[in-house]
C-alpha cells in the first residue's frame, strides 16, 4: 500500500485511542497517577529522605512503579479492544493487510506512550524536586536528563510488552493478572533468589537507565535494550497471533 494509506491507517487507530474512554483513561493515568504520587510522597516525606544513602536520582521517580501499572493497561487495553463485540473482523474489512493492521496499531500505541511517558518522566523529576530545596536534583545534574528521556522509553517499551502479550491471548485481564503480580511481587522475590540473572526481568533491566550509578552487570542504555527485545519478542508472537487465527 502507499504512504498515504499507512498514515490512513495509523490514523484510523488514533481516532479508535481517542474515542474509547478506557483506552484514553489507561493513558493519561499514566501521566496523571505518576505526577500526584510523586507530589503526595515529595511533599510529606521528601526532604526527610534526602540522606537516606539510597540512589537520589532512583528515588526521584519513585511513582515510575505506579505509571507503569498504567502503561501495560493501556496497551493492554488498546489491543483487547478488538477483540470485544466483533471489532477485529471490523478492522480486518477495512484493513486486509493483517501485517499493516497490526503494525499501524502497536505503532501508534507506542508512540502514543513514548509522547506521554517523556512528559510523565520530565513532569514527575520537576514536581517532585520542587519540594527538596537545597537538596534538589537539577535536569543537569549527571543522569538526570538521560534517565527522563530513558524512562518515557521504557514507559513505551511496558506499554508495547503488554499489547503484544494481549494480542496473544486476547484478553487485558489476563494479561495484567499476570504482568501486575509479576511487576510488584515475583520480580523482587526472583530477583532475592536468582541474583544477576533477574537483571534481565524486564522492569529491572530497564530501569537502569532511571539510576545515578548502574547496578548489576546491565547499565542503563543496555539495560533499556534488554526491555525492548522482550517488547520485540511480545510483538512478534502478537505479529504470528494476528497473522494466523481467525478473527
Not at 178 to 207: E, K, M, N, T
Request: net charge neutral.
Amino acid at each position: 500500500m502507499s504512504p498515504v494509506s499507512v498514515a490512513t491507517v495509523m490514523h484510523s487507530e488514533w481516532i479508535k485511542i481517542r474515542s474509547l474512554r478506557g483506552v484514553l483513561g489507561s493513558l493519561l493515568a499514566v501521566l496523571v497517577v505518576t505526577v500526584a504520587v510523586t507530589v503526595l510522597v515529595f511533599a510529606t516525606v521528601g526532604r526527610a529522605e534526602a540522606d537516606n544513602g539510597d540512589d537520589p536520582l532512583l528515588g526521584a521517580f519513585y511513582a515510575l512503579n505506579f505509571g507503569q501499572i498504567a502503561a501495560l493497561a493501556f496497551g493492554a487495553t488498546a489491543l483487547s479492544s478488538e477483540y470485544l463485540n466483533g471489532a477485529l473482523r471490523v478492522s480486518l474489512a477495512a484493513v486486509p493487510d493483517r501485517t499493516l493492521f497490526y503494525g499501524a496499531k502497536t505503532a501508534v500505541v507506542g508512540a502514543c506512550a513514548l509522547v506521554v511517558g517523556t512528559a510523565t518522566t520530565f513532569g514527575a523529576f520537576l514536581a517532585g524536586q520542587a519540594f527538596m530545596g537545597p537538596d534538589a536534583l537539577r535536569l543537569d545534574d549527571p543522569g538526570a536528563l538521560r534517565a527522563c528521556l530513558g524512562g518515557g522509553v521504557y514507559l513505551a517499551l511496558m506499554a508495547l510488552f503488554a499489547a503484544g502479550l494481549t494480542a496473544v491471548l486476547r484478553s487485558a485481564v489476563a494479561v495484567l493478572s499476570i504482568l501486575v503480580p509479576f511487576l510488584l511481587i515475583v520480580s523482587f522475590v526472583v530477583g532475592d533468589v536468582a541474583g544477576a540473572a533477574a537483571d534481565f526481568l524486564p522492569d529491572r533491566a530497564g530501569q537502569q537507565v532511571l539510576r545515578q550509578d548502574a547496578v548489576g552487570s546491565l547499565g542503563p542504555w543496555t539495560g533499556l535494550v534488554v526491555t525492548a527485545l522482550w517488547a520485540a519478542a511480545a510483538q512478534l508472537a502478537g505479529w504470528w497471533a494476528v497473522r494466523r487465527r481467525d478473527a
